[in-house]
């Protein structure tokens, strides 16, 4: 009868009601890349006019739709870093670049043309084995490694760039007005969250519209990835074709529910890839709203038996693409090329600094290196009989800790 009596604690029924949290379907800019890439608008680099620098490569991408430039920027940077930015040629107005994260500016290596034209264009820092081949039409960039391509940047055709807009308010004339409503009905653009994004009780005004950027990453015989935290899910990262993506949005969420790809406190957009022999990064700089797809397949040829015309499957390598999708801001992305997973790990450092403090003082100054933090919202009683529960459970296991918090 005792034991009857007592009350269960259930994770599930603590479990946080997802209808108050944002699904891929109720974010517009998702909705809005989702319905515009269904269209194959397609992007061509100029890169007869393409400009080698000493710091950088850069070149024009125009929309072969609207005719609008994009200013692309290729940097090699010390330790086989690989840097991409894209932005407006010319903005109505600085779009945001994400400051403080990078420790300071980074040591760019010169790239040199070891070959190219009007059509391609390769490019190499000399000291390595790897060399970046830049596609004119459609924009493509293959980063090659013994002559192997090791990844593939907008091969799927997923670059997308919304341009900041002079507001509504503003737009004095007819012709623009009639140019607005020519694009979108109304409805639509309610629906779309062109200027205005509303979700229960909050509204969202966009006062230069949409500015929602993507880019897809494929990675070519990958299909272990890790990283993009934090979600309360598998350390490997899931295929994401049937299902959401994940999201990277900072939420303190109570009750959270385990094995979703929904975001809960902090963010960090840096994906892992590793395969035999080789090791990828991709560090995508930017503080917006993101969500990330993953869909990994094997790679199927066919072959001819000797018995007759039935063709036989034979699985060779698979691919595994990314499409990052942030609601605001440039795209700024490092891929971190390894080869192995220290040398990832060492270039991650060297651009963001490592975030742990120096622990080597802490046993001189009496501490142990443990510290815990408990947050247990709810009725007092009861959060105060789980963390004594939890300490009685320490005590009986023999974790040692110095400090633990309470809030």
Same mark, same amino acid.
């Given at each position: ?5 007592? =009350? ?19 974010? %517009?800019?998702?909705?809005?890349? @989702? ?8 992007? +061509? !680099? ?7 620098? @000493?710091?950088?490569? @850069?070149?024009?991408? $125009? ?9 692309? =920027? ?6 086989? $870093? ?37 059509d391609s264009l ?13 596609? !004119? ?16 940047? *907008? ?21 623009? +007005? ?8 109304? =409805? ?7 200027w205005e994004e ?24 990958? =299909? ?7 979600? %309360?899910?598998?350390h490997q990262l899931? *295929? ?9 949005? *900072? ?12 975001? $809960? ?9 590793? +395969? ?10 930017? %503080? ?5 797809? $993953? ?19 034979? @699985? ?47 046993? %001189? ?43």
């Open positions: 009868m005792e034991a009857a009596g007592k =009350e269960e604690i259930s994770v599930e029924d603590e479990a946080v009601d997802k209808n108050i949290f944002k699904d891929c379907n109720k974010i %517009a800019f998702y909705r809005r890349q @989702k319905q515009q890439l269904s269209r194959r608008s397609t992007y +061509k !680099a100029s890169l007869d006019s393409a400009m080698i620098g @000493k710091d950088s490569t @850069k070149f024009r991408i $125009i929309n072969e739709t609207t005719k609008v430039p994009l200013l692309a =920027e290729i940097y090699g940077i010390e330790g086989n $870093i690989f840097r991409l930015k894209i932005n407006e040629e010319t903005p109505l107005k600085p779009r945001y670049e994400v400051p403080d994260v990078l420790t300071s500016k980074p040591s760019t290596v010169r790239l040199i043309s070891c070959a190219g034209d009007a390769v490019l190499t820092d000399g000291k390595g084995d790897l060399k970046y081949h830049i596609t !004119a039409n459609p924009f493509k960039i293959d980063l090659v490694s013994e002559e192997e391509v090791v990844m593939s940047i *907008n091969s799927l055709g997923q670059l997308y760039f919304e341009h900041l807009q002079i507001p509504l308010a503003q737009r004095a004339t007819k012709e623009n +007005k009639e140019d607005t409503s020519a694009d979108t009905s109304q =409805e639509d653009q309610d629906d779309l969250g062109l509303k979700f229960g009780k909050f509204v969202d005004i966009k006062v230069n519209g949409p500015a929602s950027i993507g880019l897809d990453f494929s990675l070519h015989g990958f =299909e272990h990835l890790y990283g993009i935290p934090q979600h %309360a899910d598998s899931k *295929n994401t074709s049937d299902g959401d993506a994940y999201r990277l949005y *900072n939420l303190d969420v109570y009750g959270y529910k385990i094995h979703d790809k929904m975001g $809960i406190y902090g963010s960090v957009p840096y994906l892992l890839a590793h +395969k035999l022999g080789r090791t990828l990064g991709i560090f995508w700089l930017n %503080a917006s709203e993101t969500l990330v797809e $993953i869909n990994t397949e094997p790679a199927v040829k066919y072959t001819v038996t000797q018995m007759g015309p039935v063709a036989a499957k034979q @699985k060779v390598r698979c691919r595994t693409d990314v499409h990052w999708m942030s609601e605001s801001g440039i795209i700024d992305v490092f891929v971190l090329t390894g080869p192995t997973p220290s040398d990832v790990f060492k270039q991650y450092s060297y651009l963001t600094e490592t975030s742990f403090p120096d622990l080597s003082v802490l046993p %001189a100054l009496g501490f142990s290196l443990g510290s815990l933090h408990s947050c247990h919202p709810g009725s007092f009683l009861r959060k105060c009989a789980l963390e004594v529960h939890f300490l009685h459970l320490c005590r009986y296991k023999n974790i040692s800790f110095s400090t633990f918090t309470l809030d």
